[in-house]
């Protein structure tokens, strides 16, 4: 068939030339007895095509001859991700729709759909990222709470990070980008070793010398251990956005929990492992093995959805208000209200009109005695509801599977009495669970997070006033705590005191500014002292008062003269003749109050509030000011407060309140006794004034004080190990120290103008055919003439060769195989280090089995000696740790970048050991 297919696509291009072709073999096959004369002509069209072959597209390229091996390179797609890949909306398929929010498709939120792998593979997964909690999650987690939620939301974040990046390696051509990108890489590493050898002394260390040679071109991982944590970490912070729900990119502790989990307990010892050169040496070992790979024994297990079971909470289900199902919502109408309205704002609710207009039309069809009258209103209703959600060029049009859309169309332009195929089909079914299912798996979980669902659970948000007496019934019961602490505080106020002269004297001043009169324990509290607190508690809002400085005065005090501000201020919330409260009154304040209250203000919510409305420097006041100077800052104070108005944050400050309300001189004052009872009584009050304060230091320093202090011991039993040690233990690996730590490289050396023109497989074997082992001219001569031919061919073959090999490493029994390696390496590695012995005998097999995977051909032509030093030339660059660990980044960044093209190449980062 793609033999046929190629023959097929060839005669399209070139149609001439294939009618030409065809009418001479006609010819010659009715005219055969002149056959001779024929292959004039023949001899012709065969010289046109070698022509076309060497100087056409391909330039001085033969194509691919072995068109059995021209491999289709488009990946394979189920239906969703083809849908997302046109970029079309999921309700009403329009690649331009403008009505309905971008990204409601269901991989968006759920990628795991239709996703399919078998049960033993999904059971293997399930178990390694238990392993995964287990190690790096309830270590820490089982001290803080015995609640599954917490690590149940993990799970399903894994699902997502797991599920994603599946589907976009679904997307990738693997074998075009091995060949293309991480075969060239590796050529490129060689080549800089290669290079390093020929130009270093004898004796000189090849592994620094090639780290040097990198010069700017070494990855910034190689400058410490703690510097490949730190990228690792950037890393993986750059693909959550693509792997993860946009629910738990907001929360800051998880993505900081699994950026951890990925970058220092999987990446980072996974690659170590990888880049070690016993790890690379069996590896070798495994891929020059001619043994053909395990064949299952046993048949595949069933497909499951991926993940399904491992994402179940493991917590009991319970019931809760917090959660309703859709069939819950549509059947209350309450809540029905509250999800269409949430629809509306999503401009779908015709998705939600579409499944109750269903569910009517079927409940009126089931009635087997229909009339004809009613078999026709029926098709009407059916052609109705086809043309406001099926139509191609409906206002309300939901995108629809075709063949739903086809076969519910052939039954509307029918005639009545073939309404009654839509009870006993499938396509009005079908089209009822496409909608059902964009409802429940699109739309709720965003209804879910929603202010409609909010305000349907909790009710309406509180209002900016609430009056007192509304208060008073609401509160009564909840201030009951308040009112035995204050009278508590008032008989302990009173023993707290002397009887001296000074402390009476303080008492009196005391009892005048609190008001608060003592009581006895067993008399009734008084309510009055109640409505106090409430009415401490009624929110204001200062955004709706008006203020300007008309006029400055001057007052005399014991003699004295001075200037006062006066303040007009009119609240536009309250009108005239209403009882709760005066609509507007004049304050008068100092020249001083007001550098005391952008001092309080500073103090209380830090200087960034206060940038664009700051006072002018206060004038040091050597002498009595002037009226002159006073009626000078009358603008500048009144616009001053006209912008503090303005600001959000102090829409219900206390200290512009105060401020701005008739009262005493605006001025720090400190307390003259302990009041407990006022104390309790106000200091919550006093958080919801100031919301700004900076309580954080005062509240540490506070608990602080509150414990006593431990006794030292003499001999501590267990030194703790410091976080610092911990991590520098958990990032320590022998064999690569501080990886390149103190390299002193050389400037920028561009690549080898030898690897630079590289392009595919034929030419990387020339390349280590010539550079490597060194093979005599006239072979490097044929193998040139040979590459004219065969180039095309021999990468169209490899490409299929690879991608065989793909399909065979996805079959159930050995990617269980590759996951249980994987646990293996990073959970159960208790088997004993192994052996310098051990690791040279495996180094010694490696070697003999490169020597021997060379065909014969190619060994008689270079001789032994070349054989021996030019496989040893790429084994040795094989077993030098630091530069396997450089090559091994370069090629997990060249797959970050295939898998995720969104992400820019990151910029060098800029990092320094602390």
């Known amino acids: 068939k793609m033999a046929l297919g190629v023959v097929i696509d060839l005669f399209r291009r070139h149609s001439r030339f294939s009618a030409a072709g065809a009418v001479l073999f006609l010819a010659t096959a009715i005219m055969y007895s002149y056959a001779h004369i024929f292959m004039i002509f023949w001899s012709f069209v065969a010289g046109m095509v070698l022509c076309f072959m060497f100087f056409g597209r391909n330039k001085n390229m033969m194509p691919n001859f072995l068109i059995m091996y021209n491999r289709k390179k488009e990946p394979v797609l189920d239906d ?318 939901i995108q629809f599977p075709a063949d739903v859309t086809a076969e519910i169309k052939s039954i509307v332009e029918g005639p009545p009495e073939g309404v009654t195929r839509l009870r006993t089909t499938t396509p009005l079914f079908s089209a009822y669970e496409h909608a059902y299912g964009l409802l429940e798996n699109t739309f709720l979980p965003l209804f879910y997070q929603s202010d409609d669902y909010y305000t349907m659970l909790c009710g309406g948000r509180l209002p900016t006033n609430i009056p007192k007496s509304a208060s008073r019934s609401a509160g009564k019961k909840s201030m009951e705590p308040f009112a035995a602490v204050s009278k508590f505080g008032n008989k302990l106020k009173g023993m707290l005191r002397s009887n001296t002269v000074d402390d009476r004297l303080l008492a009196l001043y005391d009892d005048q500014e609190d008001q608060t009169p003592d009581h006895s324990p067993m008399e009734p509290y008084d309510e009055d002292i109640e409505d106090e607190i409430e009415s401490e508690f009624i929110p204001k809002d200062l955004s709706a008062w008006r203020v300007a400085i008309p006029r400055a005065e001057s007052r005399y005090e ?84 006209q912008m503090l108005l303005t600001k959000p944050a102090l829409r219900g400050s206390e200290l512009l309140h105060s401020f701005l309300s008739p009262g005493p001189e605006f001025e720090t004052r400190m ?109 490097h001569h044929a193998a040139m003439a040979a590459r004219i031919v065969g180039k095309h061919a021999l990468e169209g073959y490899l490409d299929s060769y690879l991608a065989g090999k793909i399909e065979q490493v996805k079959q159930e029994h050995l990617v269980v195989s590759l996951i249980h390696l994987l646990r293996d390496v990073l959970f159960f590695d208790n088997d004993p280090p192994r052996t310098d012995e051990d690791k040279r005998e495996r180094a010694e097999q490696t070697l003999t089995e490169m020597k021997a995977f060379l065909p014969k051909l190619f060994v008689m032509v270079i001789g032994p000696e070349k054989l021996h030093v030019g496989t040893k030339t790429v084994f040795d660059a094989l077993q030098k740790p630091k530069l396997n660990k450089q090559l091994g980044y370069v090629l997990l960044d060249l797959a970050i970048l295939e898998f995720f093209p969104e992400i820019q190449e990151p910029p060098e980062m800029q990092q320094t050991d602390n």
């Open 671 to 779: 307390l003259p006794d302990v009041n407990i009872g006022k104390m309790l009584k106000s200091v919550p009050n006093k958080l919801v004034k100031e919301k700004g304060q900076h309580l954080e230091p005062f509240l540490q320093a506070f608990l602080a004080s509150t414990e006593t202090t431990k006794p030292r011991q003499s001999k501590p039993d267990v030194i703790e190990e410091s976080p610092k040690d911990k991590m520098e233990r958990k990032i320590s690996y022998p064999i690569y120290g501080n990886n390149a730590a103190g390299l002193v490289s050389t400037n920028h050396t561009e690549e080898g103008l030898q690897v630079r023109g590289l392009t595919g497989a034929a030419d990387y074997l020339l390349y280590i055919a010539r550079t490597v082992y060194k093979v005599p001219t006239w072979f």
């Open 80 to 397: 969703l991700e083809i849908e997302a890949l046109r970029k079309s909306c999921p309700v009403c398929g329009d690649p331009r729709c403008a009505r309905h929010r971008p990204g409601l498709s269901i991989l968006d939120l759920q990628p795991w759909t239709s996703l399919k792998v078998t049960e033993k593979v999904d059971m293997a997964l399930s178990e390694f990222l238990e392993l995964v909690l287990r190690d790096f999650v309830y270590t820490w987690y089982r001290d803080l709470s015995t609640d599954e939620a917490f690590v149940d939301e993990m799970r399903v974040s894994l699902r997502f990070i797991i599920s994603c990046l599946i589907r976009r390696i679904k997307k990738t051509d693997l074998p075009t980008f091995i060949v293309n990108k991480l075969i060239k890489a590796a050529m490129s590493h060689l080549d800089k070793y290669v290079r390093a050898m020929e130009s270093a002394p004898p004796g000189a260390d090849l592994e620094q010398a090639t780290l040097e040679l990198y010069g700017s071109e070494l990855h910034c991982v190689m400058k410490s251990r703690r510097t490949e944590l730190q990228y690792l970490r950037h890393l993986s912070a750059e693909i959550f956005p693509y792997i993860l729900p946009a629910r738990s990119l907001k929360c800051k502790s998880l993505c900081a929990l699994l950026r951890e989990l990925l970058s220092a307990s999987v990446l980072m010892p996974a690659i170590d492992n990888i880049a070690d050169p016993d790890f690379v040496n069996n590896m070798l070992l495994i891929f020059l093995d001619e043994s053909p790979m395990a064949v299952a024994t046993e048949p595949p297990s069933h497909d499951v959805d991926l993940l399904a079971h491992f994402s179940q909470p493991r917590q009991a289900p319970t019931e809760s208000a917090l959660r309703l199902d859709l069939p819950d919502i549509m059947n209350n109408q309450t809540t029905l209200f509250r999800f269409m309205q949430f629809l509306k704002d999503e401009a779908s609710v015709h998705v939600l009109q579409f499944c109750l207009s269903v569910e009517d039309f079927n409940r009126r069809s089931l009635n087997p005695d229909m009339t004809d009258q009613q078999k026709i209103d029926l098709h009407l209703e059916a052609k109705m509801i086809y043309e406001m959600y099926f139509k191609s060029d409906a206002v309300d049009k």
């Open 558 to 641: 014991n003699g004295k003269q001075y200037y006062v501000y006066i303040i007009s201020v009119q609240r536009i919330d309250i009108r005239e003749g209403e009882t709760s409260g005066p609509s507007g009154w004049e304050t008068t304040r100092r020249y001083n109050e007001f550098y005391v209250l952008e001092n309080k203000l500073t103090e209380f919510h830090g200087e960034t509030l206060l940038e664009d409305c700051c006072l002018p420097t206060k004038r040091i006041q050597l002498t009595k000011p002037s009226q002159e100077f006073i009626d000078s800052k009358i603008a500048i104070f009144e616009k001053w407060l």
